[in-house]
């Protein structure tokens, strides 16, 4: 069993600042990548950054330059931090993993439970 335990939203007023945090729990063998994306009411599931195993990232062109996204191998666990935040940012945002749960397993899509961002303007 893999489990993706978000935690860290909220309300919080326009320019303000979150952090979203993001563990996965169980049998791993690799993660990659890991990612948030968010999904707005009415909307599709879209994607906010995504990192490597090794660093490299990749952010919606909506969000670079406010949001970073880090991660701690050694805790399975990936981050948001989410700055100068706007009204439009307001979602449910996912977890994602790529995930090996063993060397001679393939790899599979986890996602977290969602957890809810709203930024008052």
């Known amino acids: 069993q893999v489990q993706l335990v978000e935690s860290g939203g909220g309300l919080v007023q326009a320019g303000g600042s979150l952090r979203l945090s993001c563990a996965a729990s169980?049998?791993?063998?690799?993660?990659?990548?890991m990612g948030w994306y968010r999904q707005a009411p009415g909307k599709q599931r879209d994607l906010v950054a995504t990192?490597?195993?090794?660093?490299?990232?990749n952010y919606a062109g909506s969000v670079k330059g406010r949001f970073t996204i880090s991660r701690d191998n050694a805790k399975n666990t990936v981050y948001l931090q989410m700055n100068s935040l706007k009204a439009e940012d307001t979602a449910v945002y996912y977890c994602?993993?790529?995930?090996?749960?063993?060397?001679?397993?393939?790899?599979?899509?986890?996602w977290g439970q969602g957890t809810q961002v709203t930024v008052s303007s």
């Open positions: 994602y993993a790529r995930i090996q749960r063993g060397r001679s397993y393939s790899f599979n899509d986890y």
């Open positions: 169980g049998t791993i063998f690799s993660i990659n990548p």
């Open positions: 990192i490597t195993s090794v660093g490299s990232t």
